[in-house]
Every structure is written in structure tokens, then in C-alpha cells.
């Protein structure tokens, strides 16, 4: 009896092996290639866009959010989405999510809007340091193959991007206020073709070509501050001066404004002493 629970146990020794063999290796290549959090921008009351925009922004979000994740969970990425449905996710519990896996990549999906129909182009937002390859590599993905302007790889300190500990970018990947770009943004395959290059660049694959930046933009590209970015000049600094400018407005405004209440004080102090003056010569 105890022969034939042994014999019975090593039939089933191989087949234990193989199905270790195949969860060890699934979780490998769930694990293997790290971890990205997709967060889709906006979502249930918050439509996304400016008032009155035709094109719900919130929907095309989410649409390219979750397209990404199936060529990334196809490649063997372990993928996180912020929200998966028509919810509203607070910022802050966006940035937690991404902040609760170490080491990952926090990719931030948008379209653009402005109330000039005119408006068009692709452009990446970035923060930290460590995240401008990331941009880099994303932004010059979606620009080669989108028919539209290279409006630059820009730093600014956007809640989700200031507040993460990992490599974190923000990807407009349109206007949808633009006839031509809020068109193509209605189609599934150019919505498939956004998710496809922004997973190369979060592979960090080489663009097709480089689209040069926007001529209305050429004043303010700037050396990237990473090496490996320097040749392209894409990276534009036209926030940065825009933020200083305002700042300096303000510090004009502030001096204005001590200066016309240093004059209101005098000129009261002056006519009290007239009036003192006025009526001791009366008393006189």
C-alpha cells in the first residue's frame, strides 16, 4: 500500500514542477519589468477641458489610459491604474497610489484645451530631476508619429508630479478644442497609436525621427538637464519665465501700492497742519 502511494506521488512530481515553473515564471513577468501606475486625468464630475467644450476630455483619457495598459501588461509590466471606471479620484489619492509602489514609472495621461481653436501640438510635463528622461523619451515617442506641432518638454510643478517620490510625467496628447486634433482624438486608431508610442517611450525605445519644436517656441528651448537629451533642444523654458515675470509684477505692484499710501499719509498729514495753522490764525 505504502509502494503504491509512493509510485502515485512521483506521477504527480512532474506535474507540481511544471505548474511551480509556470506561477514562478508569470510572476517574473509581472514583476520583471517594473511597475508603471497609469493615471487617467480627470474623471466623473470633472469633465476635464474649458467651458463649453464640445469633446469630454475625461473619456479620451481613460480610453488611451486603458489601451496602455494592455500593450504593457502584454510586455510583461506589472500595470496599476488610478481609476479604471468614470470616477473622480482626488489628487492626492492619485499621488498615493503612485507613492505606494517602490520604484515605479507614474505616467499621467491628458488632452489639452484652449479657447483659442487655433491651439495644437503635444507637449510633456515633468518635475523632478530623474524624471526629464522619462519625459523625454515619452514626449519624442508621441510627437513623431502625431501629425501635429512639438510643443515642448516643460517642467512645472503639477500636484501629481510635484508630490511623487518615482519618475513622474504628464503627457497632453492633444488639443481637443483643435478641429483637426479633436477629430483624430474621436478615432479609436489614433487613440491606439497615443497608447502604442507612449509605451515606447516608457521603454525607453529610440523615436522613428525627432520632430523639431515649434518655430514660435525656438526662443525658449533650453539645454535639458540631462546630457543625453542636449541635441534635440526640446525642452523649453517658457514657464519658468513666465512664473518669475509674474512674481516680479507682483513685487511692482506691492511697491506701487506702499508707495500711494506713503503719499495719501503725507498729503493728510499736510492738510491737518493747514487746518491747525488755519484756525490758530483765526484764534489770533
Request: proline share 4%; aromatic share 8%.
Amino acid at each position: 500500500m505504502l509502494s503504491n502511494l509512493l509510485m502515485n506521488l512521483r506521477r504527480f512530481i512532474p506535474y507540481v514542477a511544471l505548474a511551480g515553473f509556470i506561477a514562478f515564471g508569470s510572476f517574473a513577468r509581472g514583476q520583471g519589468k517594473g511597475v508603471v501606475v497609469i493615471d487617467a486625468g480627470h474623471g466623473g464630475h470633472d469633465r476635464g477641458g474649458v467651458p463649453g467644450q464640445r469633446i469630454s476630455e475625461k473619456d479620451k483619457c481613460l480610453d488611451v489610459a486603458l489601451r496602455l495598459r494592455r500593450i504593457l501588461q502584454g510586455d510583461g509590466y506589472k500595470v496599476v491604474m488610478t481609476r479604471e471606471d468614470d470616477v473622480f479620484v482626488p489628487l492626492g489619492t492619485r499621488v498615493t497610489i503612485g507613492n505606494s509602489y517602490r520604484n515605479s514609472t507614474f505616467v499621467s495621461i491628458h488632452f489639452n484645451c484652449s479657447t483659442r481653436m487655433g491651439a495644437n501640438g503635444i507637449e510633456t510635463y515633468y518635475y523632478s530631476r530623474d524624471s526629464a528622461t522619462l519625459a523625454a523619451s515619452i514626449h519624442r515617442n508621441v510627437v513623431a508619429t502625431a501629425p501635429t506641432e512639438n510643443r515642448g518638454i516643460r517642467r512645472r510643478g503639477f500636484y501629481v508630479l510635484r508630490r511623487a517620490s518615482n519618475p513622474a510625467v504628464l503627457v497632453e496628447c492633444g488639443f481637443l478644442t483643435n478641429p483637426e486634433e479633436g477629430r483624430l482624438a474621436q478615432t479609436d486608431s489614433y487613440r491606439q497609436k497615443l497608447a502604442e508610442q507612449i509605451a515606447r517611450g516608457i521603454r525607453r525605445q529610440p523615436p522613428p525621427f525627432n520632430r523639431p519644436l515649434t518655430d514660435s517656441l525656438l526662443f525658449a528651448a533650453q539645454a535639458s538637464p540631462v546630457a543625453e537629451a542636449d541635441p534635440n533642444r526640446d525642452f523649453v523654458r517658457a514657464d519658468a519665465v513666465r512664473e518669475r515675470s509674474s512674481k516680479k509684477k507682483k513685487k511692482r505692484k506691492k511697491s506701487k501700492s506702499s508707495r500711494t499710501a506713503k503719499k495719501k499719509t503725507s498729503s493728510a498729514r499736510e492738510s491737518s497742519s493747514k487746518k491747525e495753522s488755519s484756525s490758530t490764525k483765526a484764534e489770533g
